[in-house]
């Protein structure tokens, strides 16, 4: 049992010491000490379904048997120096990672967050073209920091100047957007968009455009199919390198290894950024690209002290070992399709669901008032995740309205906890 902190010892700490900025999610906030599996355990022992997964990043279940060895044994061996030095597990770790790219991805640089990895491949954009401005999706998350900027939606952009030389256009989104579903032209109509800005808003070419295939924090959106072959071509045609962000569609989590695969119609980013579900959990991200794109970076030194450290170099070894060998991509895609299913057929009992999507186990639900206006259900929202905690499962709210429930689990879910999420989900929406 845990004998750490009290919850009211805890709680006091996190206010008097922890910046404001650091959000508490739940009106009683709650407090985690321990993960097993797909399971979170509160300071009492009450079990939690976790169907969020620390935001797409524990793909493979909580404290693997498997990572955790691999990081003490690491620990016990060499915990850092410096990748100024050889050191074979960076080495094994970016060829295991490159061989589940397309081949002309064969370049990777490791760092320690997603917010590194986009600063790093929108730098990468600007000296490989020698141009300067970057195109990202409205409602899009691409980290803090210096790509603050690419992040489009206003719960997460300070009042601070940022994003010079970055443009957003509109986000493809099938449901809520000017153009429809319905429409036959929809994809064209929204890669246009990008050909207006790139014309009327830049000097005609560009430094590179970045996109989530599907997108997270904006609720779960899978950009519509065909949408990035097209808008690849515009942007190449205006100079421009294009990145998809990977950091939480990939390994595994939409069904295929990236969510760039979603179409199955052989489109290749020219750099891939990833972070979340390659370190399951620690601190490791990573910016794969072309030799050529790459080397315009080395005319000055680049350098991250812990990018590359081995103890993260053996974690990530052995996440990719454990996605092949519990077969994780395929739970993702088969369990996803069927917990998809089951909430969209709660459609049928609640008018408050208005759009249930997603691929494989990235799955966001949104809530309105009413369906004809699509009206965003905020508070809608909050009451069913806060129903859903007190039920025993817990998601997060996304969406630039904050009107999604984001459903993510850990990839090692079994078909009983997918039914559990639905059960829990239509109670708590009769709870309202
Ligand atoms: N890109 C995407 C798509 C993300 O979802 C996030 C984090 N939510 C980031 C980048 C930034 O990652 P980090 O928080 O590790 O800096």
């Given at each position: 049992p845990y004998t750490g902190d009290s919850y009211e010892v805890a709680l006091k700490k996190r206010r008097a010491y922890?910046?404001?900025?650091v959000e508490l999610y739940y009106d009683k906030p709650l407090m985690i000490v321990e993960g097993k599996k797909q399971y979170l355990f509160d300071e009492k022992g009450r079990r939690y379904l976790d169907a969020i997964a620390g935001i797409s990043v524990i793909n493979c279940g909580h404290c693997h048997p498997k990572i955790v060895k691999a990081t003490t044994d690491q620990l016990n061996t060499l915990q850092h120096t410096t990748t100024l030095y050889l050191n074979n597990m960076y080495t094994n770790y970016a060829e295991k990672l490159l061989?589940?790219?397309?081949?002309?991805?064969?370049t990777v640089y490791f760092v320690n967050s997603g917010s590194e990895a986009t600063t790093l491949a929108m730098n990468m954009c600007r000296t490989y073209t020698n141009n300067w401005d970057m195109i990202s999706l409205r409602g899009g998350y691409h980290g803090m920091g210096a790509s603050m900027g690419l992040t489009a939606n206003s719960h997460y952009?300070?009042?601070?100047?940022?994003?010079?030389g970055i443009k957003h256009v509109r986000s493809p989104n099938p449901y809520r957007?000017?153009?429809?579903?319905?429409?036959?032209n929809m994809v064209d109509k929204y890669v246009n968009e990008i050909h207006d800005l790139i014309q009327?808003?830049?000097?005609?070419?560009?430094?590179g455009f970045i996109a989530e295939p599907i997108q997270g924090v904006a609720?779960?959106?899978?950009?519509?199919?065909?949408y990035l072959k097209k808008a690849f071509e515009v942007v190449r045609k205006a100079g421009g390198i294009c990145i998809a962000?990977?950091?939480?569609?990939?390994?595994?989590?939409?069904?295929?290894?990236?969510?760039?695969?979603?179409?199955?119609?052989g489109l290749e980013p020219d750099i891939i950024t990833m972070a979340k579900g390659i370190g399951n959990g620690f601190p490791l991200g990573a910016v794969v690209t072309t030799k050529e794109i790459a080397n315009s970076f080395t005319k000055r030194f680049h350098f991250n002290t812990?990018?590359?450290?081995p103890v993260a170099m053996a974690v990530g070894n052995a996440v990719l070992d454990v996605i092949e060998e519990e077969n994780l991509i395929e739970n993702a895609r088969v369990l996803g399709k069927y917990l998809k299913g089951k909430l969209t057929k709660l459609m049928d009992k609640h008018d408050v669901i208005g759009n249930v999507r997603g691929k494989g186990l990235m799955i966001g639900v949104e809530l309105v008032k009413d369906r004809k206006t699509k009206e965003p259900g905020c508070q809608i929202t909050l009451d069913i995740l806060e129903n859903m905690k007190e039920l025993g499962v817990l998601t997060l709210i996304a969406g630039v309205y904050s009107n999604v429930l984001r459903i993510k689990p850990?990839?090692?879910?079994?078909k009983e906890d997918a039914d559990f999420i639905v059960d829990v989900f239509d109670e708590a929406i009769q709870m309202l």
């Open positions: 922890v910046h404001p900025s061989k589940t790219l397309p081949k002309k991805l064969d952009k300070q009042p601070l100047p940022q994003g010079f957007g000017p153009y429809l579903e319905d429409d036959p009327c808003g830049t000097c005609g070419e560009v430094a609720g779960g959106i899978p950009l519509p199919k065909g962000d990977e950091v939480q569609d990939g390994f595994g989590r939409t069904g295929t290894m990236w969510g760039f695969q979603k179409d199955e119609d812990f990018g590359g450290n850990p990839l090692c879910i079994t």
